[in-house]
């Protein structure tokens, strides 16, 4: 996805492990988002940021905590891994302005075993 | 709360035909909705914006209309090809706020048969 990466793709841990996953983007936008996908609930979003340290909670945010030191990058991390947190997670970018779609990167799968 | 309801999770059309999907919402009142593409392993990909003062879009075979009154948006895809195979999501925009955050719905699996 042109702008957006995410890293890594896949990643299997443990219970109770720490885990980061990383959004990085080109495109110099204010917003950015992390969405976790699963089957029967569609995307839910957990954080979003709108500029450097400036972050927020969304509808799904517990065990998760976010940072955006620069604005190219917005770190997502797990802090104690659990089984109910394995899902895809979606990282998004947007314009400041209305009106504008999300760009969205190729996601992380992520299995907590 | 808030709840957006996609009409059913799979849709299977026949080649040629006019796909139509529906989103309905509640408790809700969006300036804008959205609808994204998503193809299995992929991330969602922004296809059609509609805002609260139009009932129609249109972009190439793609058509979305947006009843403010009813809740609701209809997707449609004209000429259905197999390559219009994939999830549907739609996403509702308050475009307000500190930060502009769509809600999605769950999605309409669509596939079309040759």
């Known amino acids: 996805d042109a702008g957006i990466t995410q890293s890594p793709r896949h990643k299997v841990t443990e219970t109770g492990t720490p885990v980061t996953l990383r959004c990085h983007q080109t495109?110099?936008?204010?917003?950015m988002y992390w969405y976790r996908q699963d089957p029967g609930h569609g995307l839910r979003l957990i954080h979003y940021?709108?500029?450097?340290?400036?972050?927020d909670k969304g509808e799904v945010s517990d065990g998760y905590s976010v940072s955006r030191s620069k604005t190219e990058d917005f770190l997502l991390t797990l802090e104690s891994a659990t089984s109910s947190q394995t899902s895809v997670y979606f990282c998004?970018?947007?314009?400041?302005?209305?009106?504008?779609?999300?760009?969205f990167g190729s996601g992380t799968r992520l299995t907590v075993v | 709360s808030q709840k957006i309801e996609q009409n059913s999770e799979a849709l299977n059309i026949q080649e040629g035909k006019t796909a139509t999907l529906t989103c309905n919402y509640t408790n809700y009142s969006p300036a804008y909705l959205q609808w994204y593409r998503q193809d299995p392993g992929r991330g969602p990909v922004f296809l059609l914006l509609?805002?609260?003062?139009?009932k129609e879009k249109r972009k190439e075979r793609l058509k979305v209309t947006f009843d403010t009154t009813l809740k609701q948006s209809l997707f449609h895809i004209t000429a259905s090809q197999p390559a219009d195979s994939a999830t549907y999501l739609c996403a509702l925009d308050p475009a307000s706020g500190s930060a502009r955050q769509l809600t999605f719905g769950s999605g309409t699996q669509l596939t079309v048969l040759p």
């Open positions: 495109e110099n936008h204010r917003y």
């Open positions: 940021s709108y500029g450097v340290k400036d972050t």
């Open positions: 998004a970018i947007s314009e400041a302005m209305a009106g504008y779609g999300y760009t």
């Open positions: 509609i805002r609260e003062n139009e």
